[in-house]
C-alpha cells in the first residue's frame, strides 16, 4: 500500500511521543538518605515436624519408628529377620514398656537361634541408613529377655549386597527393662545410602525391645542431636531467629495431639510421643530443648509459639477458667526458656543440661487462628496476652490474625502464592498503616516447582523480599516456610520446599539461594531506590551500613530481557572502585536444582569496577547483589 505525505506525517507525528517514553533504564540510589532501619531480625527460619523434617530429617536419629506408632497397628519399619532354620516372629507388646510414658514394646520371639543361624528385628530407616567410611555411630536400645545373659548384635548391613560395614555385640541382656549402649565403627567402605540395622541373637529367647536407636556423628557433636549438612546449610542462611514448633504442628489436629512441650523433655524414654498433623507420628526427639540447643548451636533466638487452645479439627477451649491450665502452660514453657535455675522451669532446664537461660524476646499465641470457625481467639489472645505480659513485661507478643481485644505487639501474616501473584504483592507493605501493630511475615512462599522451588519462585521470593526489606521498620521479621523436606517417595507432605534431602545428601533450592544472597547482604539502613525506564518486573532494593561502609543493592530482573542499567550513586562521597556483583540465574524460570543436580542454580560470584555513575547489566532471570565499599 503506498502512503500518501500527509499519512507519513500523521504516523510520524504520533509515533513521537512513543519515543520520548522509551528512556533508558536507570537506578538511582540517594545514599546519604536513609529513610527508615533495617529489622536486625528480619531473616530468620520457619519449620515444623512435616516432610519428615525432624525425624528423617534434621534430628539425627536413624532408626525409623523407634517407638513404634501402635495407631498404625502393625509393625511396619521392623521386619522380623531369620538367617538358616532359626525362626523370629514379631508382635507388639502392649503390656511391656520400660517406662510410665512407653508402655508397649517389640515382642521378638526368636526359635532355634544359632550362632550360625541368628535370627531378631530389623530396621530399615528414613529410606535407608546412610553409611559412610570411618564414622562413629553411637546407638542404645532398651530391652529386657526371659532368658539371662543374652548376646544381641547390632550390624549395619546392606541391603543389596549383604556386605556388613560395622558390627558390635551387646552382652548380658537381662530381665529387667534397662538401656544398653553400643558404638559401630566403620572402617574404609564405601558411601551407601541402603543399608538396615540388624539386632539379632544367637540363642533362642523372647525379648522385648523398645527405642532402638543409631545415631552417625551430629553437628556440634551434640548427643541426640542434628545432622550436619542441614544444619550447615541453615547457618549459610545468616538466620537471626527460628520460630518454633511449627505450624499446625503446635496445634495438632485434637487438642490431645498439640505440641505440649512438657512430654518433650528429659530422657527419650520419658517422652511419650505424639501424633503430627501431617500423617505420621513424632519421635519427640526435637524436643524443646532441642530446638533450644538447635538456636543457639545456630546463634539465633527463638521466637516460641504457644500452643493457644485452638486445634485444626475445630477443636477449641472457650477464653476463661478452662483456657488457664493453657495459660500456665505458657508461663512454664517460658520459665523453661528464660527462668533462672531458682525457678522451677529453669532447674529443671539446668537438670537436664542447660543452666544458662535462652534469649527470648518473641513469643507468639497460637498460630493461624483465624481458621478456628468458633471466633475465639479475640479472647483467648487477651487472656494470654494479659497473663504473659504480668509476667514478662519485656515480652513481644505475636498476634497470629489480627484482633480487637486488645493492641497486639505484631501480627503474624502468612502468604502461599503463585509467582504471579507474588510480583503484585511487591508492594503490599508500603501502604499499610504505620500505626498499627509490627508485621511477622511468619511464613510465606512463592509455590512453584516440586519438591522444591524453581527459579521462577526464586525471582519472585527474590522480588517479594525487596518489599520486605524496604518495610522492615514494619516488618520486623519473616521467614520462608516449609524449610526442609525428605524428597523420597512419601516423605513430602508439602511440596515448595526450601531444601530438599534423602538420607544421604542435601541441596538447596534456588529459593534457598535466594534466602542466602539476601541474609547475607543486608545493612542497617534503608535507602530510597529508585528505578526509571525498566520493563515491568525488574525489582530493586538498596540498604547501607554505615559501620562496616557497605551499600547493598539488590536487584531482581525477572524478565527474558537482558536489561543494561545507568546506576547512580547520588550523595555517596568516595566509592572503591572495586566491588562486588553475586547473580543467580539459569536458562529458563524453570530451571532448579535436584539432588542429581544439586548445583545448576547457583550463585556466581564476580569483581566489578563501579563508581558514583556506572553501568551493570541485568542478565535476564536474574537475582543480584551489588555490594560496594564506601
Ligand atoms: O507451612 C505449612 C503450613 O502452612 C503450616 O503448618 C501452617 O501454619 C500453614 O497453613
Known amino acids: 500500500m503506498k502512503r500518501s505525505p500527509a499519512l507519513l506525517a500523521l504516523l510520524a507525528a504520533l509515533s513521537a511521543p512513543l ?3 522509551a528512556q533508558s533504564p536507570s537506578l538511582t540510589i540517594q545514599v546519604n538518605q536513609p529513610s527508615t532501619k533495617v529489622s536486625p531480625t528480619l531473616y530468620g527460619l520457619m519449620t515444623e515436624e512435616i516432610n519428615y523434617s525432624y525425624d528423617g530429617g534434621l534430628y539425627g536419629e536413624l532408626v525409623r519408628d523407634r517407638v513404634p506408632a501402635r495407631t498404625w497397628g502393625s509393625l511396619h519399619y521392623w521386619p522380623a529377620v531369620a538367617r538358616g ?9 502392649e503390656k511391656e514398656g520400660p517406662s510410665a510414658a512407653i508402655t508397649h514394646s517389640i515382642k521378638v520371639q526368636v526359635i532355634g537361634a544359632t550362632e550360625k543361624a541368628p535370627a531378631g528385628v530389623e530396621n530399615n530407616g528414613y529410606w535407608g541408613i546412610p553409611v559412610r567410611p570411618n564414622a562413629t555411630y ?32 551387646v552382652t548380658g541382656v537381662s530381665g529387667a527393662w534397662k538401656q544398653y549402649s553400643y558404638t559401630l565403627k566403620t572402617g574404609n567402605v564405601p558411601v551407601s545410602q541402603n543399608n538396615h540395622l540388624l539386632l539379632t541373637t544367637t540363642k533362642p529367647a523372647t525379648i522385648w525391645f523398645e527405642l532402638i536407636s543409631l545415631f ?11 545432622r550436619i549438612d542441614l544444619m550447615e546449610k541453615m547457618a549459610a542462611m545468616h538466620p537471626t531467629f527460628l520460630r518454633l514448633p511449627g505450624g499446625n504442628y503446635l496445634e495438632g489436629d485434637h487438642i490431645a495431639d498439640r505440641f505440649d512441650f512438657k512430654k518433650t ?20 526427639g526435637m524436643g524443646l530443648l532441642e530446638f533450644l540447643e538447635w538456636c543457639e548451636d545456630l546463634k539465633v533466638e527463638p521466637v516460641l509459639a504457644v500452643y493457644a487452645g485452638y486445634s485444626l479439627a475445630q477443636e477449641h477451649i472457650d477464653p476463661g477458667p478452662a483456657l488457664e491450665p493453657h495459660v500456665q502452660d505458657a508461663l512454664d514453657e517460658i520459665e523453661f526458656v528464660t527462668g533462672g535455675p531458682e525457678t522451677h522451669w529453669g532447674a529443671l532446664r539446668a537438670k537436664y543440661g542447660h543452666p544458662a537461660p535462652f534469649p527470648l524476646h518473641y513469643v507468639e499465641i497460637g498460630n493461624e487462628d483465624q481458621f478456628d470457625h468458633s471466633h475465639s481467639y479475640d479472647g483467648r489472645y487477651e487472656q494470654f496476652y494479659k497473663a504473659i505480659k504480668a509476667k514478662y513485661p519485656q515480652l513481644q507478643l505475636i498476634a497470629t490474625t489480627p484482633v480487637k481485644s486488645i493492641k497486639p505487639d505484631v501480627v503474624d501474616d502468612h502468604y502461599y502464592e503463585s509467582a504471579d501473584t507474588i510480583f503484585g504483592m511487591v508492594n503490599h507493605y508500603d501502604k499499610i498503616d504505620r500505626n498499627g501493630p509490627k508485621i511477622f511475615v511468619g511464613e510465606w512462599a512463592t509455590r512453584e516447582g516440586d519438591p522444591t522451588p524453581n527459579l521462577d519462585a526464586a525471582l519472585a521470593d527474590a522480588a517479594w523480599m525487596t518489599g520486605l526489606e524496604r518495610n522492615s521498620d514494619l516488618v520486623v521479621m519473616h521467614a520462608y516456610a516449609p524449610l526442609l523436606t525428605n524428597v523420597n517417595a512419601h516423605g513430602i507432605q508439602w511440596d515448595t520446599d526450601l531444601i530438599g534431602y534423602d538420607s544421604l545428601n542435601s541441596y538447596g533450592s534456588p529459593s534457598y539461594y535466594a534466602q542466602v544472597m539476601f541474609a547475607g547482604h543486608v545493612g542497617t539502613e534503608v535507602v530510597p531506590a529508585t528505578l526509571a525506564g525498566t520493563p515491568d518486573r525488574v525489582f530493586t532494593v538498596a540498604t547501607r551500613d554505615e559501620q562496616k561502609h557497605k551499600l547493598y543493592i ?38 532448579t536444582n535436584s539432588l542429581a543436580a544439586p548445583e545448576a542454580v547457583v550463585p556466581m560470584e564476580k569483581a566489578i569496577t563501579v563508581s558514583t555513575k556506572f553501568s551493570e547489566t541485568l542478565v535476564p532471570y536474574s537475582i543480584n547483589v551489588l555490594e560496594i565499599n564506601n
Open 554 to 591: 539488590k536487584l531482581v530482573n525477572a524478565t527474558s530481557q537482558a536489561v543494561p542499567l545507568a546506576i547512580s550513586l547520588e550523595g555517596a562521597g568516595k566509592i572503591d572502585p572495586k566491588a562486588k556483583l553475586i547473580t543467580l540465574t539459569g536458562k529458563t524460570p524453570n530451571a
Open 265 to 284: 523433655l528429659g530422657e527419650t524414654v520419658n517422652r511419650p510421643t505424639h501424633q503430627g498433623p501431617w500423617g505420621y507420628r513424632s519421635s519427640d
Open 216 to 226: 552417625p556423628p551430629t553437628y556440634n557433636n551434640r548427643p541426640n542431636g542434628n
Open 85 to 93: 532354620n532359626a525362626v523370629s516372629h514379631i508382635s507388639i507388646d
Open 19 to 21: 519515543c520520548l517514553v
Open 138 to 169: 553411637t546407638g542404645s536400645f532398651w530391652a529386657k529377655t526371659d532368658t539371662p545373659d543374652l548376646p544381641v548384635t547390632v550390624a549395619l548391613e546392606n541391603d543389596q549386597t549383604g556386605v556388613v560395614a560395622a558390627s558390635a555385640t
